[in-house]
Nanobody
Framework: VQLQASGGGLVQAGGSLRLSCAAS????????MGWFRQAPGKEREFVAA????????YYADSVKGRFTVSRDNAENTVYLQMNSLKPEDTAVYFC???????????????????WGQGTLVTVSS
């Protein structure tokens, strides 16, 4: 599975962006999908994840209520809608896929098998 993240850019604080993660090589149906981010000088951290069916989601406390993860299996794409962006949301955002075909919503990096290349989000104050 190859994952391609896109949609990053420069936005002012309070603005919105929608990230996309498109897959090729295999359908994403059944794979749990996650979003992580890495700010300069920091560890990569969990942001949000959605189960294989799309029926369950989980968010980091820092983005809860502002970000929404969704998936369109017909389009083989996962999205991260980011609203009310803050300067501390500035990071490279990565999407990832867990191939275990369960309804578990994984939150640890080690649970994911495939990673996209990342897309940069910069939020100015």
């Amino acid at each position: 599975v190859q994952l391609q993240a896109s949609g990053g850019g420069l936005v002012q604080a309070g603005g919105s962006l929608r990230l996309s993660c498109a897959a090729s090589g295999r359908t994403l149906s059944g794979y749990a999908m996650g979003w992580f981010r890495q700010a300069p000088g920091k560890e990569r951290e969990f942001v949000a994840a959605i189960s294989g069916s799309g029926g369950s989601t989980y968010y980091a406390d820092s983005v809860k209520g502002r970000f929404t993860v969704s998936r369109d299996n017909a389009e083989n794409t996962v999205y991260l809608q980011m609203n009310s962006l803050k300067p501390e949301d500035t990071a490279v955002y990565f999407c990832a896929a867990d191939r275990r075909l369960t309804e578990v919503v994984p939150t640890r990096r080690s649970q994911y098998d495939y990673w996209g290349q990342g897309t940069l989000v910069t939020v100015s104050s």
